[in-house]
Nanobody, 124 residues
């Protein structure tokens, strides 16, 4: 059974940093891409970053370029989202997801397996 569990969310002042973690189990982790997504209040879910099985990343949201990075630790079956220079617009529930595919999908609607999310709050 595929399971994805996010952790590491919290509240941080503008300009601060957080590291989110996604713990994966129940599938062949090393072979599949994992994406990070977010849903802000009143907005639709959007892609943030994805990391493929190769370790190469794909940026979904231009707004996070230069501020967020994604990494994976296959030995621990973990994917991380490193967030810096956080802004109020980054406030959202952050989800990790996989479609059990080698490459990152082009749209969040193509992902089949999701965690329950972790809240990140950046007050204005």
């Amino acid at each position: 059974q595929v399971q994805l569990v996010e952790s590491g969310g919290g509240s941080v002042h503008p300009g601060g940093s957080l590291k989110l973690s996604c713990a994966a189990s129940g599938f062949d982790f090393d072979l599949y891409a994992i994406g990070w997504f977010r849903q802000a209040p009143g907005k639709e879910r959007e892609g943030v970053l994805c990391i493929g099985a190769s370790g190469l990343s794909t940026t979904y949201a231009d707004s996070v370029k230069g501020r967020f990075t994604i990494s994976r630790d296959n030995a621990k079956k973990m994917v991380y989202l490193h967030m810096s220079s956080l802004q109020p617009d980054d406030t959202a529930v952050y989800y990790c997801a996989t479609d059990k595919a080698y490459y990152c999908e082009s749209d969040h609607r193509l992902y089949d397996y999701w965690g329950r999310g972790t809240q990140v709050t950046v007050p204005s």
